[in-house]
């Protein structure tokens, strides 16, 4: 599904503009951002996550993965809000 939403908002490697958006930079970015939003999930669905009703608490995660699991979860979501306020964003473009 991360996937998906990457796509359709033209964030996936593959379907970058030129310009900014399609350099080699950003496109290596984009990548690693698909790679976050699947890491976060997967590591919910490993049983850290409060989510799934264990019936007791996860153990061996410290904060500094708490941190960057939320820090991971708030950059990419960012990226998805920002691109949808931007009037000037990949998506809002016709396909040429």
């Known amino acids: 599904?991360?996937?998906?939403?990457?796509?359709?908002?033209?964030?996936?490697a593959a379907?970058?503009?030129?310009?900014?958006?399609?350099?080699?930079a950003v496109k290596k970015i984009l990548s690693g951002s698909v790679n976050i939003a699947v890491g976060v999930a997967e590591l919910r669905n490993q049983g850290f996550g409060s989510g799934?009703?264990?019936a007791?608490?996860?153990s061996g995660l410290r904060v500094r993965h708490a941190r960057l699991t939320v820090n991971a979860?708030?950059?990419w979501c960012?990226?998805?809000?920002?691109?949808?306020?931007?009037?000037?964003?990949?998506?809002?473009?016709?396909?040429?």
């Open 78 to 96: 960012e990226l998805i809000l920002d691109t949808l306020s931007d009037p000037a964003a990949p998506w809002r473009k016709p396909a040429t």
């Open 73 to 75: 979860a708030v950059t």
């Open 56 to 58: 007791s608490a996860p």
């Open 15 to 24: 379907s970058a503009p030129d310009g900014p958006d399609g350099s080699k």
């Open 1 to 12: 599904m991360v996937s998906n939403v990457q796509k359709a908002l033209k964030l996936d």
């Open 52 to 54: 799934h009703g264990q």
